[in-house]
């Protein structure tokens, strides 16, 4: 069962440019949504991540916005740049307790950023 | 980085073999996480490790089995690999469960399976 929904697969946008994507959830017990960097060949990275009593997290050009009760959250990448070509997945997970940080993942958003 | 490294770091193997990754971190983190990755299914967790000796299974556990006699590693094996274990398989560490404890994730291994 695929508890964590993202869209689109694969994004296309011009440099300056805003980058959305979006994460739908089914679990209402999750408490932390993360959102991960991956380029080609490396690991995941963390690039931002929310819990659910803010509506809204922003770092520099990256923000989260968060919607409670539609359960969906998504990631806007302001003034999209080449270097931000890589792709996205969000994520989702209870912190704390017996669930080990263990995180749930959505699909992937390949985004691609053309001079 | 975080002090994480996976190997090896590509095999090609038939079915049928065992197969062994290891995952070595030196940032005595609490937890460990075995995740595959494939293609219209993002990161899935296969097995997990809260302490030495102490793990437990994932989304996608049939097929594998993990140990961790120590606190810097954690062994991923395939008992007997298919090629639906074909995949990239990535190790995550993290200091706690609570919010702001990050999983790290190392640089990944591809296997393939013939």
């Known amino acids: 069962q695929q508890q964590v929904k993202q869209s689109p697969q694969s994004l296309i946008v011009q440099k300056g440019g805003i980058s959305i994507i979006n994460c739908a959830y089914e679990?209402?017990?999750?408490?932390?949504f993360p959102w991960y960097q991956q380029f080609p060949g490396k690991g995941p990275a963390l690039l931002i991540a929310i819990r659910p009593d803010v509506s809204e997290k922003k770092e520099g050009r990256f923000t989260i916005s968060f919607n409670k009760s539609a359960k969906q959250f998504s990631l806007h990448i302001m003034d999209s740049q080449p270097g931000d070509s890589a792709t996205y997945f969000c994520?989702?997970?209870?912190?704390?307790?017996?669930?080990?940080?263990?995180?749930?993942f959505g699909q992937g958003t390949i985004l691609t950023v053309h001079p | 980085d975080a002090g994480i490294t996976q190997s090896p770091r590509h095999k090609v193997t038939e079915t049928g073999t065992p197969v062994t990754l290891r995952c070595h971190q030196t940032e005595n983190h609490r937890y460990m996480y075995w995740y595959r990755q494939d293609p219209g299914h993002g990161l899935r967790l296969i097995h997990y490790?809260?302490?030495?000796?102490?793990?437990d299974k994932g989304e996608v556990s049939d097929g594998y089995s993990v140990s961790r006699s120590k606190t810097e590693d954690f062994l991923l094996t395939l008992e007997s690999a298919t090629s639906s274990q074909t995949s990239v398989y990535f190790c995550?560490?993290?200091?706690?469960?609570?919010?702001?404890?990050?999983?790290?994730f190392g640089p990944g291994t591809r296997l393939t399976v013939l």
């Open positions: 994520a989702a997970t209870m912190r704390g307790g017996t669930s080990y940080g263990k995180l749930t």
């Open positions: 679990n209402t017990a999750f408490d932390y």
């Open positions: 995550a560490i993290s200091e706690g469960t609570g919010t702001g404890n990050e999983q790290f």
């Open positions: 490790s809260y302490g030495v000796k102490d793990t």
